[in-house]
Antibody, heavy 122, light 109 residues
Framework: QVQLVQSGAEVKKPGSSVKVSCKAS????????ISWVRQAPGQGLEWMGG????????NYAQKFQGRVTITADESTSTAYMELSSLRSEDTAVYYC???????????????WGQGTMVTVSS | SSELTQDPAVSVALGQTVRITCQGD??????ASWYQQKPGQAPVLVIY???NRPSGIPDRFSGSSSGNTASLTITGAQAEDEADYYC????????????FGGGTKLTVL
């Protein structure tokens, strides 16, 4: 069974960047999309964007356009999410999730990483 | 873009049936998926597609859809079902984006 293991917690200064990794093990990596979802303390889930490793093209939520970069390295079965120009409002748990598309175009995030806490503080 | 709307909180008596709803224009075109999240844990997929449960999800969880509303029903709610529940779907604007509902806190009394 595929597992997604994320990198550890980060503490960053405002204005800096953070790069979170998500390594897949136990199954096929390239043929599935990987999405990134964040959750601010006490708040709901927010989709940031995603990538299909075999194609290498990422898709971003409008809110994060220009600030987020999602990439994937097929050779190491690892996806990355880099967020720049960090501000305090970016303090959140960041999750990666395997993304599957079903009949009728529905989307489901069936396997999740354990989450990475990113704290932005001066 | 589109939005998905959920009631912030719902309660159910132990062993009774509860329905959690999710409304949005995109649900006229795409099925919703549902996620359960307990404090300090990553979300878990419980329903996807028309009404599909991943392996390991109890059959008391079911999904349905009508018009712009998707529903997650728990038949015979258990204490361990107390959690936050989120819906999501494809964005109907055709840009392959994804949108989440704001989440529903389920309390089992």
């Amino acid at each position: 069974q595929v597992q997604l293991v994320q990198s550890g917690a980060e503490v960053k200064k405002p204005g800096s960047s953070v790069k979170v990794s998500c390594k897949a093990s136990g199954g096929t990596f390239s043929s599935y999309a990987i999405s990134w979802v964040r959750q601010a303390p006490g708040q709901g889930l927010e989709w940031m964007g995603g990538i299909i490793p075999i194609f290498g093209t990422a898709n971003y939520a409008q809110k994060f356009q220009g600030r987020v970069t999602i990439t994937a390295d097929e050779s190491t079965s690892t996806a990355y999410m880099e967020l720049s120009s960090l501000r305090s409002e970016d303090t959140a748990v960041y999750y990666c999730a395997r993304t599957v598309y079903g009949p009728g175009g529905g989307v489901a995030f069936d396997i999740w990483g354990q989450g990475t806490m990113v704290t932005v503080s001066s | 873009s589109s939005e998905l709307t959920q009631d912030p909180a719902v309660s159910v008596a132990l062993g009774q049936t509860v329905r959690i709803t999710c409304q949005g224009d995109s649900l006229r075109s795409y099925y919703a998926s549902w996620y359960q999240q307990k404090p300090g844990q990553a979300p878990v997929l419980v329903i996807y597609g028309k009404n599909n449960r991943p392996s390991g999800i109890p059959d008391r969880f079911s999904g349905s859809s009508s018009g712009n509303t998707a529903s997650l029903t728990i038949t015979g709610a258990q204490a361990e079902d107390e959690a936050d529940y989120y819906c999501n779907s494809r964005d109907s604007s055709g840009n392959h984006h994804v949108v989440f509902g704001g989440g529903t806190k389920l309390t089992v009394l």
